[in-house]
């Protein structure tokens, strides 16, 4: 099933991708979920679920160089005080290599999608890998 966007933005979010963000929230089944728009059919899809045992760098390795994507990522990390905690990172990639078109669609429809994924902590735009390399993620997480 699939809702119907507000006029706003005319973009529609399958239940899918609403279904998976929760798996990863509650059950931890997924490390991270890249999301794509697929633009002949205005709606936002799972492009990648990444397993568990997956890293950071199969993450970065997973988003296409030249188009854009929403992804989440699963950060865990440990505290000052040696605390195991994790965080739930959003990410918006728009590399400066992709169309202009994309970069529109995925910047009009962000805020709503994002609104779809409850429980996400931290937001990172990127346009280039290096703004969002671990270092990133690991001084935005703490």
Known sequence: MVHQANSA????VHDDCKLRFL???AKRNYRFIVFKIE???????IERLGLPDENYDDFTASLPS???R????????LTDENCQKSKIFFIAWSPDTSRVRSKMLYASSKDRFKRELDGI????????PSEMSIDIIKARAI
């Open 66 to 68: 030249d188009e854009c």
């Open 121 to 128: 902590q931290v937001e990172l735009q990127a346009t280039d």
């Open 9 to 12: 933005s005319g973009m529609a």
């Open 23 to 25: 798996e990863l929230k």
């Open 39 to 45: 633009e002949k059919i205005q709606q936002v899809t």
């Open 70 to 77: 929403y992804a989440v990522f699963d950060f865990d990390f």
